[in-house]
C-alpha cells in the first residue's frame, strides 16, 4: 500500500468518445481527432485551464506513418499550451494502460502535476502498405533523376502482379503468423472452455454494458462527437441489448472449421478513444478537485506467443496485487479486458487452479475464484467494443467511477494483448 | 554430402511413383531435425500416446513432462493412473484425454509407455495390446519410448520380462525406421525418477533422430542438481571440444555455443586456420595442441586454468589408420592406441583438479569398437577401451557430480565416410533400421544431452548414436 508520505498520482476523471464499429460513422475521424474528442470532452467536464496540463501521453496501436507520436498532434489539435508535451506509448492492446501509468510514474517522481493520458484507434484509417518489393523497386524512381532504363527495369520488377498488389491488413502475429483469434481459438481448446460457456459470457457483457447504458450509467463518461458528416453521435454502437445465447448460437466460427469463438464471442475491430485526468494529489486538492482513485500498484509481464498467447493477465494480475500487498480476497471489483470470451474464462480457470498456481507463480494457493458478480460489472470489450489504445483508458475510467459511485474500496484490472503481454493493475478508491 | 536416395524420398512424386511401380529401391524417410537452440516446449503441439502396464510407477513423472513440454497427452491408463495427468493438464492447458478421442485419421507423433509395472511374461502382452494398434498410425520421424525399472534384485521372472523389453524395443525400431521413427528404452532406477524428465525431452524430440534402438539407463549414482535448466543450459560454462576443426567436432563446438557455452576449440597447429576461424564466429577460445604429443595434457591444462576451470569436456579428437592385423605396423597400431585413448585418459587426468563441480565429460567411442570391424584392430580396441574408461572413471568422480559417458557414432556422413568406396558406403548407409547415414549434428546434439545439466542420471554409460544400425551393446 501506498505510504502517506509519498507523492502520489490521482485520477480525477476519465471521458471517453462512445465506440463504434470500424468502418461505420467514425470513418472519417482518424485516431488524432477521436484523442482530440475524448480529451476536449473531459477538459469541458472537469473545468480545467487548458494551461495547467503539462503533458499528454498516449496510447495507440494503429499509428499513422507520418505522424507516429499522436499525442503530440493532440495536444496542438486542442490548442493547449504549446508548452504542453507530448509522448506516445505503444504496447498493444495494453497501450491505453501503458500511457495511464508513464504519466502516474511522472507524476510520483515529481516531473510534473498534471498530465491527460489515455488513448485511441482508428481501425478504419489503418494504413493499407505496399509490399516491400514494390517499394523498393520504386526507390530509383523516388529518389534521384531516373533515366527511361530505370522506367523498364522497375516494371520489369513489378511482376508477376499479385506480388505487388497491397495486401489485406491482418492483426497477425509476427513470430507465430497467427491471428489473435486463431491463438484464442487454440486456447479454448487447451483450457477445454465450450462454445455455451463463451456465448453466456458475451451475452451477460452485452446485457450488463445495455443495463448500464440504460440507465445513465455511462452518461458520465461518455462525450457525445460530431461526425464530418455533421451527425451527432451519443452512444456506443455495438451493444447489443436484445442479444442472448440462442443468437449467439446460430452464428458460425471464425477462425477454425470446427472451432468454438464467432464474432459474438470476439471482440470487433471499434473506432474510439478515452482520456483520463491525473495529478499529483495536492495539486488536485488545492485546485479544487476531489480525487476519485489512485493507482496503488501495475504489472506487465510477456508470455510465450507461440505457447498461450492471451494468458498474460494470469500471471501479470497476481503480480500487481502482490506488490499492492493485496489478495484476490481483498479485491471488490474486476474489470478484465474482453479480447475474446474465451481468453477470459481461460484466464480465470488459470487463477483458480492451485496447480497452475504451484507451477506458474511459485506458491501453494490458487490466486482465487472469481465470481461473475464483481467481474465487469458494466460489461466489457466483447460488448462495448476494442478500440485497442483507448481500451485500458475505458477500464479505468469506469472503474474509478465505479468506486466512488458504490462506496467500495478496490478494483484489479487486467489486460491481455499481443506479442504475449499481459497487463495488471490495482486501484484504490481515494478518500 | 548428400544422400542421393534421402533427397530423392523427399519429393512426393518420385516417393509415390517408386512405390507404386514396386521398385526395389529404398526411400529412407528424411528425418525431422531441430538445430537451432533448445526450447522450452520441444514437445510443443505433438500428440502422444500415453499406455501403461499395471502397476505402472511413473506415470506422475510422465504426465508432468510431457505437458510441460507442451504435448498433448491421449492417455490407454486405468483411470486410477490417468489422474496424474489432471493437475499437469490444467497448469499448462494440456489436459489429457482418453485415447478414443483421438480422430480416426490423426498420427500419433509418440507412443510411450510405462512398463515399470511388468513383472512377468504376461505382463507384457500389455505392451504388445498398447503398440500393435498403434504403431501403423506412428508419425514420420514419430518416438516409441519404453520406460521400465533396473533389474537390481529382481525376480528371476521380473529380470526376464525386463530383459524382454529390450528385445522388443530393438525390434521395433528396425520395424518403425521406415517413417523415420525411432524406438528406445529409458530405464530408471529406484530413486531416480525426478531425473526422467530430460531424458525424455531428449529422446522424444527431434534432437534424437538419429538415436534408435537402445536402452538409456538414469541412475543415482552421480550426484543430483537441483531444478536443471531447459533452455540456455550452458549459460556461464567453460566447455572444451577436441578436434574441433570440423565435422562432428565442428557441430558440437556449434551447438554448445548455441546454448551459451564459451568453448575452447582445440585441434591439431596445422589446422590453427579453421579452428580459430571457428572460435571466433562462435565468441570462444582457439588453442591449438596435437594429442599425440606428451606434453599437450598440460598445455590443455594450463590454457583452461587461465579460463578459471572446465565445466564440460568433450574427447572427440581421433584418427584412423586402417589395416588388416597382418598387415599392420607397430608405428600405426601405437599411433591410434596413443592418440584415440592414451590421451583421453592423460588428458582427462590433467584435467581432473580443474574440473567444476558437476562437470561433464563425454568421450567419442565408435560402434566400430563395440561391433568390431574389418581392418580396424587398432581403432576398434581403442574405441572400446573408451567404453571401459567411461565406466570406471564415472564411479571415481560421481561424488562429485560429474559424469562420464561416451557417444559411439555408426555412420556418419562426414570426411571420413565420404572417403569410403561408393558401393560400400551406399551398403554401410543402409544398414541402420533409418536406412540412411546420421549427420554430425546429429552426434552434437547426443553430446550436447549428456553434456547437460539435465543428464545428471546417466554416468558411465556409452549412448549409440547409430540409427539402429548396430545390434548388440
Not at chain 2, 500419433?108 to 511374461?121: C, M, Q, R, S
Not at chain 2, 530393438?170 to 525426478?194: D, M
Not at chain 2, 537441483?226 to 563446438?253: H, Q, W
Not at chain 2, 572400446?384 to 555408426?410: C, H, M, S, Y
Request: contains cysteine; glycine residues 10%.
Amino acid at each position: 500500500m501506498q505510504k502517506k508520505n509519498k507523492r502520489r498520482a490521482v485520477i480525477v476523471g476519465g471521458m471517453r468518445t462512445p465506440f463504434l464499429k470500424a468502418f461505420g460513422d467514425f470513418t472519417k475521424l482518424d485516431t488524432i481527432a477521436l484523442g482530440v474528442a475524448a480529451a476536449a470532452g473531459l477538459l469541458k467536464k472537469t473545468g480545467l485551464r487548458h494551461g495547467d496540463v503539462e503533458s499528454i501521453v498516449w496510447g495507440g496501436v494503429i499509428l499513422p506513418p507520418t505522424q507516429p507520436n499522436i499525442a503530440r498532434e493532440i495536444a496542438l489539435d486542442l490548442r493547449l499550451d504549446p508548452g504542453c508535451e507530448g509522448v506516445t506509448v505503444t504496447r498493444a492492446c495494453a497501450s491505453g494502460l501503458q500511457a495511464i501509468t508513464v504519466a502516474a510514474a511522472e507524476i510520483e517522481r515529481g516531473n510534473m502535476d498534471v498530465a491527460i493520458a489515455g488513448g485511441s484507434d482508428s481501425t478504419s484509417n489503418a494504413t493499407i502498405a505496399l509490399p516491400p518489393k514494390v517499394v523498393h523497386a520504386l526507390a530509383p524512381l523516388a529518389l534521384g533523376k531516373p533515366t527511361p532504363a530505370d522506367y523498364l527495369g522497375v516494371l520489369s520488377q513489378l511482376t508477376p502482379i499479385s506480388e505487388i498488389l497491397p495486401r489485406q491488413p491482418k492483426i497477425a502475429e509476427r513470430t507465430t503468423g497467427e491471428v489473435m483469434g486463431e491463438s484464442a481459438e487454440r486456447m479454448a481448446k487447451r483450457n477445454e472452455i465450450t462454445r455455451e460457456a463463451q456465448d453466456e459470457f458475451a451475452v451477460r457483457s452485452h446485457h450488463r454494458a445495455a443495463a448500464a447504458i440504460a440507465s445513465g450509467r455511462f452518461d458520465d463518461e461518455v462525450v457525445p462527437v460530431q461526425s464530418p458528416d455533421g451527425k451527432w453521435i451519443h452512444a456506443d454502437g455495438l451493444v447489443r441489448a436484445d442479444t442472448s445465447v440462442d443468437k449467439l448460437a446460430k452464428l458460425r466460427p471464425a477462425f477454425a472449421k470446427d472451432g468454438t469463438l464467432t464474432a459474438g464471442n470476439s471482440s470487433a475491430l471499434t473506432d474510439g478513444a478515452a482520456a483520463v485526468l491525473l495529478m499529483s494529489e495536492e495539486k488536485a486538492r488545492s485546485l479544487g478537485y476531489k480525487p476519485l482513485a489512485a493507482l496503488t500498484s501495475w504489472s506487465y509481464v510477456g508470455v510465450d506467443p507461440a505457447d498461450q498467447l492471451l494468458m498474460g493477465p494470469a500471471l501479470a494480475m497476481p503480480k500487481a496485487l502482490d506488490r499492492a500487498g493485496m489478495k484476490l480476497s481483498d479485491i471488490d471489483l474486476i474489470d478484465m479486458h474482453e479480447a475474446f470470451a474465451a481468453q477470459v474464462l481461460s484466464v480465470l480457470k488459470m487463477l483458480g487452479s492451485a496447480a497452475f498456481a504451484r507451477a506458474r507463480l511459485g506458491r501453494d494457493e490458487a490466486v482465487g475464484e472469481i465470481d461473475s458478480a464483481r467481474l465487469n460489472v458494466h460489461g466489457g470489450s466483447l460488448a462495448l467494443g476494442h478500440p485497442f489504445g483507448a481500451t485500458g483508458a475505458r477500464m479505468v475510467t469506469t472503474m474509478a467511477n465505479e468506486l466512488v459511485r458504490s462506496g467500495k474500496s478496490t478494483a484489479l484490472l487486467g489486460i491481455c494483448a499481443a506479442g504475449g503481454l499481459g497487463a495488471g493493475a490495482v486501484l484504490e478508491r481515494v478518500e | 554430402m548428400t544422400d542421393f536416395l534421402v533427397e530423392l524420398g523427399k519429393n512426393p512424386r518420385a516417393r509415390s511413383l517408386v512405390q507404386s511401380l514396386g521398385l526395389p529401391i529404398p526411400l529412407p524417410q528424411a528425418l525431422r531435425r531441430d538445430r537451432g537452440p533448445w526450447r522450452e516446449r520441444p514437445l510443443a503441439d505433438t500428440r502422444m500416446a500415453v499406455g501403461g502396464a499395471d502397476g505402472a510407477q511413473l506415470t506422475s513423472v510422465l504426465a508432468e513432462c510431457l505437458a510441460a513440454a507442451g504435448a498433448n497427452s491421449f492417455l490407454a491408463l486405468r483411470a486410477s493412473d490417468a489422474t496424474a495427468f489432471t493437475a499437469p493438464g490444467e497448469t499448462f492447458g494440456r489436459p489429457a484425454r482418453p485415447l478414443e478421442a483421438l480422430a480416426e485419421k490423426d498420427r500419433v507423433d509418440a507412443l510411450v509407455f510405462d512398463a515399470t509395472g511388468v513383472k512377468d511374461t504376461k505382463g507384457l502382452r500389455a505392451l504388445y495390446d498398447f503398440v500393435h494398434p498403434l504403431v501403423s498410425r506412428l508419425a514420420r520421424s514419430g518416438r516409441v519410448v519404453v520406460l521400465a525399472r533396473t533389474a537390481d534384485g529382481a525376480t528371476p521372472e521380473a529380470a526376464a520380462a525386463g530383459a524382454a523389453l529390450d528385445g522388443f524395443v530393438r525390434s521395433v525400431a528396425k520395424e518403425v525406421g521406415r517413417v523415420g521413427a525411432t524406438a528406445n528404452l529409458v530405464i530408471v532406477a529406484n530413486g531416480a525418477e525426478s531425473r526422467v524428465a530430460p531424458v525424455l525431452r531428449f529422446v522424444l524430440s527431434p534432437r534424437s533422430a538419429f538415436v534408435s534402438g537402445q536402452p538409456i539407463t538414469v541412475s543415482t549414482r552421480a550426484r543430483a542438481i537441483a531444478e536443471p535448466p531447459t533452455v540456455r543450459a550452458f549459460e556461464k560454462k567453460i566447455a572444451l571440444v577436441t578436434g574441433a576443426a570440423r565435422g562432428i567436432g565442428e557441430a558440437t563446438a556449434r551447438a554448445l555455443a548455441q546454448e551459451g557455452a564459451h568453448v575452447v576449440c582445440l585441434d591439431r597447429p596445422a589446422d590453427d586456420g579453421p579452428t580459430s576461424q571457428l572460435a571466433r564466429s562462435l565468441g570462444g577460445t582457439s588453442l591449438g595442441a596435437d594429442m599425440g604429443d606428451e606434453d599437450a595434457p598440460a598445455k590443455i591444462a594450463d590454457a583452461l586454468k587461465s579460463l578459471g576451470g572446465v565445466d564440460v569436456v568433450v574427447h572427440n579428437a581421433g584418427i584412423t589408420r586402417d589395416k588388416t592385423l597382418a598387415r599392420m605396423k607397430p608405428e600405426v597400431w601405437d599411433q591410434v592406441l596413443t592418440i584415440n585413448l592414451g590421451a583421453v585418459i592423460r588428458t582427462t587426468a590433467a584435467l581432473e583438479p580443474l574440473l567444476r563441480d558437476s562437470a561433464r565429460i563425454v568421450c567419442l567411442s565408435s560402434i566400430a569398437g563395440i561391433a568390431g570391424n574389418m581392418g580396424q584392430t587398432n581403432y576398434a580396441a581403442s574405441k572400446a577401451g573408451i567404453v571401459g574408461f567411461v565406466r570406471a572413471k564415472a564411479e571415481q568422480l560421481a561424488d562429485r557430480g560429474i559424469t562420464v559417458n561416451a557417444v559411439a557414432p555408426g555412420f556418419i556422413e562426414t570426411r571420413m565416410t565420404a572417403a569410403i568406396p561408393v558401393a560400400i558406403r551406399e551398403v554401410a548407409r543402409r544398414l541402420s533400421a533409418l536406412g540412411q547415414g546420421g549427420q554430425p549434428e546429429d552426434v552434437a546434439q547426443a553430446i550436447v544431452f549428456l553434456a547437460s545439466p539435465g543428464a545428471h542420471g546417466i554416468t558411465g554409460r556409452t549412448l549409440r548414436v547409430c540409427g539402429g544400425a548396430f545390434v548388440g551393446a
